[in-house]
């Protein structure tokens, strides 16, 4: 394990991770995901350091490693639904452009028809 260290540096780790998580849970909740993910990381990497260094009971421990699993389980869940929102973009933009596609050639594929109507003296639907 890590040495460990002083009381006032251990504070300082919990109340940097403290501070990065708060500052996640206001990003998330003002839908800023991508800040969110970053801040719930620094937020973890404090917590780490915390966990390594810190002289901590088998209760803070504890206490820990669960807000810890809170903020990685919410971190994750973030990056796959950003994650599926751009993939749900490209699909969506994906699908746009081959309906213009097919518009284009029924726009066209009518305006071919109705030249031939017009030479054949036919009327137009």
Known sequence: MGARCSKKQRSNNWTKAVSF???ACQADTCRNYSDAIKLYTKGLKYFMKSLENDRL???EREEMLARMKNYMDRALQLKEFTRM???KQKEELRKYQVFMKELE?????RLLMDRLRKNNGL???
């Open 105 to 109: 050639k029924k726009g066209r594929g």
């Open 21 to 23: 998580v708060s500052q």
């Open 123 to 125: 009327k137009t639907v």
């Open 85 to 87: 929102s751009k993939e």
């Open 57 to 59: 009971s088998d209760s």
